[in-house]
């Protein structure tokens, strides 16, 4: 059996994740490691534990010999990639949940893992306490993967699932998801889609062997999602769930985006609500499988950690097996795709270039349109998208391509 | 990273799975394991590659000396056990998919892997191609997990789906089951349950660490189903399903069984259908998750042997890490459940000993009560029950312990 490696952890960040963690830390009887020094950044806020613990100084965990991990658990992406770039130089191993920053910096903080001999893992940061990288790592080694879509981000989920079951506009919902701490003050990350779409592009490399830039990925939030869009969607016995999709278009090429998608009743996303995340691979032999977990909450996403820092503690490493084998090498974004479009204007739906056009509808107050697009002609729009008084919807029909 | 070793496969067994993992192997671009050899039983049988692949004595593999993994995929147990047995004396690695072997020699065989230096994977013994063993150990390591529970035999669960979908009798259904080859001949093992036990068994020791003799636990399948149970739970906007389940009773004791259960539309299990499987995880801290996947046909069980293969080249091995910690010392049948019995005479249902009765109906043709009785007796009426004109089912209803 392998020989366990004792942990002394640096942990930095005491927000809901990092008390989360510190909870089933306590309650583990798998190890004890031991969290040696907790840095945070305000020193007048309250804290549950002694102040004895904390520190304000980052150098105060990286320059401590006697630590070997640092638990990157803040919030704001540049200080992070400070934090665990430093760290890996000092020949710590280093867990991670930020997404932002990971996404960003992907194939850099790759390449120093190798460079410094350290173990670097960041489950938490793509499917919360759903094992998505470990199970593309270890199990989808093999598999002719055609496709991975699912919900990635747990509170335009709760904002979804509140809309669809009590009929109240996105606002509304918007700030039940923010009282109760499932959407951050400032909630662009999530609504906007580049939460679900940093996710994305992380799974994107354990499935496919791809490091993408996020720039080059389409996102699409649900800001300007309306009434009217949950009520067409009820009426037709669809969700609407924010999904991203990443998928084969031939055996060394690949597409994905991230956009709203109908969802029918007879689909395991459909039963996914509120703070609930769900992935459904889609393989040659496998055949359909799907993952479903919490998507948010410091347990939830607490339990991802400590499994990252028990596998740590066992040598574990990812292997980037897709990466090495290099059997995808494009990315495409030629890709058709069809569309649920509500707009007002028809200046506005002309931008879509439609290629295809099966349903239309017009009244006083708004129109809508479904039809096909393509992928590339929504990439060029994306800094409109915003700004203009439409919604996307992906109609999740077969695959037109 | 990880050196790979080179595989050089002796395979047991030809039939469904085995020609499956023959397919999944040459359409995988992760790597090319060489089979080296099939010895198979019948040497009249038509096989649709050349017969220079085959040999119909075990020894020209176990005694190979270049051939450094066995993979079982037999049918008949005992040999299966000679075969996994010889071949970890000899040193080879094996893989295997034989549940009832397994599940009946389990504390043997994990000892001997360490005995003889050898690992011994069985991922598609248990979920078919759902990685729940992987995730137990890898990923549940230190979560502490109240329960597990499942659809882990898709033979009964196709055969379910047929009744209630299309109101044909039991009788019926497993006979298209047989045809389509998704239940044996003789099709014992699945329907009375013991396959899913024997399931149930090997995740066990996954998930709590303790090696259970089959015959310890209790089991029923559906051979007694009627329509009047179908009708009954369509009535009342369930499903039925044959659902194996372990959890804890406290923090160092656990129970398990296996019994059919009636499920609500608003479960992930109540859409788990025809041959898939799925399996639902409660844990403190990650919650509720859940996985599922195709539970029959060989390229589906295909792959989950091939990804056993694929981190046997890594050189993986199950580190039992829930045994070795022992937080679990005791299993108990004293465990209150409420069940849902159909029956004949008052006399059967005196045997059960119910402890509260809460519904009660009678008629010409049949009657049923519903309350809680012990598992324990339940047990003690094992061999009875077949012969019984009795139909149990679990009510499912919030845990009464």
Known sequence: ????????????????????????????????????????????????????????????????????????????????????????????????????????????????????????????????????????????????????????????????????????????????????????????????GFDAKFKLCIITCHAYGLFLEPEEVFHYGIRNISKFDIRYAKEKGFKIKLVPYVGKTNDNTITSYVLPRFISSDKYLYNVDYEYNGIITEAAFADKQFFSGKGAGGHATGSAVLSDISALSYGYRYEYKKYLQGTVTNYTRDFRIEIYLRYKNENDRELFNFEEISEQYHSNTCNYVIGVVNLSRLYELRHKLPDMDVFIINTGRKDIN
Do not use: W
């Open 1 to 192: 059996m392998t020989t366990r490696q004792k942990l002394r952890i640096g942990l930095f960040g005491y927000g809901v994740v990092g008390q989360g963690l510190h909870d089933v830390l306590n309650s583990s009887c798998g190890f004890k490691a031991d969290i040696v020094r907790i840095c945070v950044k305000d020193p007048l806020k309250k804290r549950r534990i002694p102040m004895e613990h904390f520190t304000f100084n980052r150098n105060d965990i990286l320059n401590d010999d006697s630590i070997n991990l640092v638990v990157e658990l803040i919030n704001d992406p540049d200080a992070a990639y400070e934090i665990v770039t430093g760290a890996m130089k000092r020949g710590k191993h280093v867990v991670s949940a930020n997404k932002t920053m990971i996404a960003n910096h992907f194939r850099e903080l790759v390449e120093m893992q190798t460079k410094y001999n350290v173990s670097f893992l960041y489950e938490a940061s793509a499917g919360a306490s759903i094992p998505i990288i470990r199970n593309l790592e270890e199990y989808y080694d093999n598999e002719l993967l055609h496709s991975l879509r699912g919900i990635l981000n747990g509170s335009t989920n709760y904002i979804l699932t509140k809309m669809h079951n009590e009929n109240i506009p996105f606002s509304q919902a918007l700030n039940e998801a923010i009282e109760l701490g499932y959407a951050e003050k400032d909630p662009s990350l999530d609504i906007d």
